[in-house]
């Protein structure tokens, strides 16, 4: 308690409290001005966004393979073998969602798909899987990377002892009390906002799951006590300490995970989801560029706003706390190293799920005979996942 900035800590406690008290005595106000904040944000700054968005993948792969990309990060050891690193990244990225999206995104995209396909035809199909990797892809995880590398070289190489946003952005915004506040208070915002839009698709998945299987009402009850268990286990895990604690845990977790999505590859329709990752792949590579800068300003159909815009504001709640944790773990490894596990084993790792539960919902939809679409209409996505 003695290193709290008490300061800057109870503001944001406050402000969460007030947010959170007058949505919950004003939820349908509450969402309707949130949509049009979003709206307003995605009409005048999305094309800011995703021009933004593109260049930093272009700068960070320029820094990785440039001069700079072979400064060490301390002089000690590295902490973790080179599999605990990358999955350590990549489970601090994703979580429940990924399965959620990676069956939900691919039926939406087969309704409204983008670029001018018609619904559930063969070449909106063919975008389907595509522009699910495309947005878990390596624009996503650039974006997540972006902050660790000067958080890891103040705290590593510059031996700063404080890693608050604003002390970082004083060499550009100055030492403002009032700006200094203002910045770190919008970063613990929006670290609390996303992690609060992911823990809510988490809970409503595992709680509609467990609620089918066991046969009960998917009540409040049922989803406060998941949310307890969620709670307890973190707590337990950090009691543990770091080590032994969040390096095992992702270490099973990703093993746990790579088993049963080949199990699911196996059991359901191998050959066409190996096939229809290889031509994802393709039409990815091949309109890469376009999909990262379509805007729509012509038809307006709305897809870059609630898709892909969507997508990278998210990421970029969130790249405050994913470029602590990337530093946490980085100490003795070179820029480059963490700019290529980054980028590689985040991108690498949600293709590889997307491609099985995308892929198997596509075939599911498409050639299965099974109505994806109408469990989705029926009983909302946690059901038809």
């Given at each position: ?28 106000s509450?969402q ?11 009409h ?10 593109l ?40 979580g ?8 939900g995104?691919p ?21 389907a ?11 996503g ?8 590398i ?26 403002h ?32 799951g ?72 393709g ?20 897809f ?23 530093t ?26 997307i ?31």
């Amino acid at each position: 308690m003695k290193n709290l900035n008490y300061g800057l800590a109870f503001p944001a406690i406050i402000l969460v409290l007030v947010l959170l008290t007058v949505s919950a005595l004003y939820p349908a106000s509450s969402q309707a001005m949130a949509g049009q904040a979003m709206a307003w944000v995605s009409h005048w700054f999305g094309w800011l966004v995703q021009l933004a968005s593109l260049a930093l993948v272009g700068f960070l792969l320029w820094l990785a393979f440039s001069k700079h990309g072979q400064i060490r990060l301390g002089d000690e050891k590295t902490e973790y073998s080179n599999f605990s690193y990358g999955g350590m990244i990549f489970t601090a990225g994703v979580g429940a969602s990924l399965i959620y999206w990676a069956i939900g995104e691919p039926m939406y995209y087969l309704q409204s798909p983008p670029l001018f396909a018609e619904a559930n035809s063969y070449p909106a199909a063919a975008w389907a899987v595509t522009y699910s990797i495309f947005h878990w892809g390596i624009t996503g995880w650039a974006i997540y990377c972006f902050p660790a590398i000067p958080f890891a070289y103040a705290f590593y190489v510059q031996k700063r002892r404080t890693l608050k946003v604003s002390s970082l952005c004083s060499s550009v915004v100055g030492n403002h009390p009032l700006v200094s506040k203002s910045i770190d208070l919008l970063s613990i915002f929006g670290t609390l906002a996303a992690f609060a839009s992911s823990l809510a698709l988490t809970v409503t998945l595992v709680s509609t799951g467990v609620a089918d299987l066991l046969a009960i009402n998917n009540s409040l009850g049922l989803q406060g006590t998941i949310i307890a268990l969620f709670v307890s286990s973190l707590v337990a895990v950090m009691l543990v300490g770091f080590n032994q604690g969040i390096n095992q845990i992702s270490n099973w977790t990703v093993t746990l995970a790579i088993v049963f999505a080949l199990f699911v590859l196996l059991v359901t329709q191998p050959a066409f989801i190996v096939n229809n990752f290889t031509d994802s792949l393709g039409v990815m590579l091949d309109s890469f560029f376009r999909m990262s800068l379509w805007t729509d300003p012509v038809q307006q159909s709305g897809f870059a706003e609630g898709w892909t815009q969507y997508y990278w504001f998210w990421y970029y709640a969130y790249l405050i706390m994913m470029g602590l944790f990337i530093t946490r773990i980085s100490r003795g490894r070179t820029i480059q190293e963490v700019i290529l596990y980054t980028l590689s084993m985040g991108a690498l790792g949600c293709a590889f799920f997307i491609s099985i539960f995308g892929g198997y919902a596509v075939w599911a939809q498409m050639l299965g005979g099974l109505p994806v679409q109408a469990w989705m209409a029926e009983g909302g996505l946690t059901y038809a996942v």
